[in-house]
């Protein structure tokens, strides 16, 4: 299992950390298609973020705010919170929260999410629309929520305690 870059062992390269954390990459134009019948795993590891997890999780351990820009197809809203979980950041029960502008997009993104990790919807991963929560308040660790709903449990808890990320 993957773990949190640790400070005094050697830190990955990055294209550029002097801005305090702003990792940019750039998709291949063939990056998001022509899968074809590959496992998904081997779609994981295809996309264009994949050859930054170990980048991105160092800025996220040593940065407040870690800025990422790619482009649509490159893996940042569904690999990206996979590989805070893998990394730990959702241990002793907290959840890493990704929020999406739109109910659809929340819905498709977590089913998309849970059959990659090949974990029940609902479980592991979950998400929460207006009027529709499909989480597991003792098993879910990845959380999809449109913005809305974010601001609405930040009246509840301002400081957003069971979320890590």
């Not at 750039?26 to 264009?48: D, I």
């Not at 940042?76 to 590989?83: G, V």
């Not at 730990?88 to 029960?93: L, R, V």
Request: hydrophobic fraction near 35%.
């Amino acid at each position: 299992m993957a773990q949190f870059w640790k400070p005094g062992t050697e830190k990955p390269r990055l294209l550029d950390d002097e801005e305090g954390g702003v990792l940019f990459y750039s998709a291949s134009p063939s990056s998001s298609s022509s899968y074809g019948y590959a496992s998904l795993e081997k779609q994981r590891q295809r996309l264009p973020v994949f050859k930054y997890r170990t980048s991105i999780l160092y800025l996220v351990e040593t940065h407040s705010t870690t800025i990422i820009v790619g482009e649509t197809g490159s893996g940042k809203t569904t690999q990206i919170p996979q590989y805070l979980k893998e990394a730990g950041w959702a241990d002793g029960g907290y959840v890493i929260a990704c929020t999406q502008p739109r109910r659809l997009a929340v819905q498709s993104v977590a089913a998309r999410v849970a059959e990659e990790m090949g974990v029940k919807l609902g479980e592991e991963v979950g998400y929460t629309i207006r009027f529709e929560d499909v989480t597991n308040s003792d098993l879910t660790r990845i959380k999809f929520l449109t913005d809305g709903v974010l601001l609405r449990e930040m009246m509840d808890d301002p400081l957003l305690s069971k979320y890590r990320c």
